[in-house]
């Protein structure tokens, strides 16, 4: 069983930077793809990007590429989501998840991860 925990979420103004991390414990953290999520209020959650067990493969949602990196240090058991140039409608709970299986963004279907965090609200005020 792994669990995850997200941190570093805040209030921000347009335009500013965050960086969320999400320390995963109960498991062997390089076996598992991580992916980062977040769900607006009122919308769905969606996929923001996910990176491989050994970190060498990424992938992103076309609205948040070139803004957002996804990293991650396999020594820490944590994974990382750098967010720059944000705007109001990034505002959102941000979760991090692990999978058994890398996924791209593109390939991704809804109940493809196997564990999830609780999440970490980002408010960008304008």
């Known amino acids: 069983q792994v669990q995850l925990v997200e941190s570093g979420g805040g209030l921000v103004q347009a335009g500013g930077s965050l960086r969320l991390s999400c320390a995963a414990s109960g498991g062997a953290f390089y076996h598992y793809a991580m992916g980062w999520f977040r769900q607006a209020p009122g919308k769905e959650r969606v996929i923001l990007a996910i990176i491989s067990g050994a970190g060498r493969s990424t992938s992103y949602a076309e609205s948040v590429k070139g803004r957002f990196t996804i990293s991650r240090d396999n020594a820490k058991n944590t994974v990382y989501l750098q967010m720059n140039s944000l705007k109001p409608e990034d505002t959102a709970v941000y979760y991090c998840?692990?999978?058994?299986?890398?996924?791209?963004?593109?390939?991704?279907?809804?109940?493809?991860?196997?564990?999830w965090g609780k999440g970490t609200l980002v408010t960008v005020s304008s």
């Open positions: 998840a692990a999978a058994d299986i890398y996924y791209s963004v593109p390939n991704y279907r809804s109940g493809g991860m196997d564990y």
